[in-house]
């Protein structure tokens, strides 16, 4: 298990929408030191379907 920072999860999500999921991998392994395909692969996968959380709607008074 790792914790994964914003800039982190945002360098990878980059590299996957630009690249492709390998790409991603290779980002993946410049800040964490998983070897195994299967795992590098599978982390890509988990952070790339991450989503920004929804902002709060304001509503202004009437």
Do not use: C, K, Y
Not at 3 to 28: C, M
Not at 37 to 42: G, K, R
């Amino acid at each position: 298990m790792f914790s994964v920072s914003e800039n982190e999860a945002a360098a990878i999500q980059r590299a996957f929408h630009e690249s492709g999921e390998w790409a991603a991998v290779a980002e993946l392994r410049r800040h964490f030191h998983i070897q195994d395909n299967v795992h590098a692969l599978n982390a890509v996968r988990s952070i790339v379907r991450w989503a920004q959380p929804p902002q709060p709607v304001t509503t202004s008074p009437v």
